[in-house]
């Protein structure tokens, strides 16, 4: 099984920058599609971001294309999130999420392991 613990959230201004890190445990993180949600206050979960266990594939929900980067560091047991120009509409609780054997899939259902989440903050 895999554990997951994110670090990285904080408070930002309007266009600032954040990398959010989640760290996993277990020796089968490479089989692991890695994914991040997001959950503001009153509002349902919502898919961020997945990278496939290759790493070959990668998805966003649209409103952070062009703004946010997934990537992995298997040898490091690491999934990170980018975020560039951040906007107060991305304030949320982030938490990533692990799919043994999945293919960056943007069904929450699908992921089998859930860190604690981290908050990021955004100030208009």
């Known amino acids: 099984q895999v554990q997951l613990v994110e670090s990285g959230g904080g408070l930002v201004q309007t266009g600032g920058s954040l990398r959010l890190s989640c760290a996993a445990s277990?020796?089968?993180?490479?089989?692991?599609?890695m994914g991040w949600f997001r959950q503001a206050p009153g509002k349902e979960r919502e898919f961020v971001a997945a990278?496939?266990?290759?790493?070959?594939?990668?998805n966003y929900v649209d409103s952070v294309k062009g703004r946010f980067t997934i990537s992995r560091d298997n040898a490091k047991n690491t999934v990170y999130l980018q975020m560039n120009s951040l906007k107060p509409e991305d304030t949320a609780v982030y938490y990533c999420?692990?799919?043994?054997?999945?293919?960056?899939?943007?069904?929450?259902?699908?992921?089998?392991?859930w860190g604690q989440g981290t908050q990021v903050t955004v100030s208009s």
């Open positions: 999420a692990a799919d043994f054997g999945g293919k960056a899939t943007i069904t929450s259902t699908s992921y089998e392991y």
């Open positions: 277990g020796r089968t993180f490479s089989r692991y599609a």
């Open positions: 990278i496939s266990w290759t790493g070959g594939s990668t």
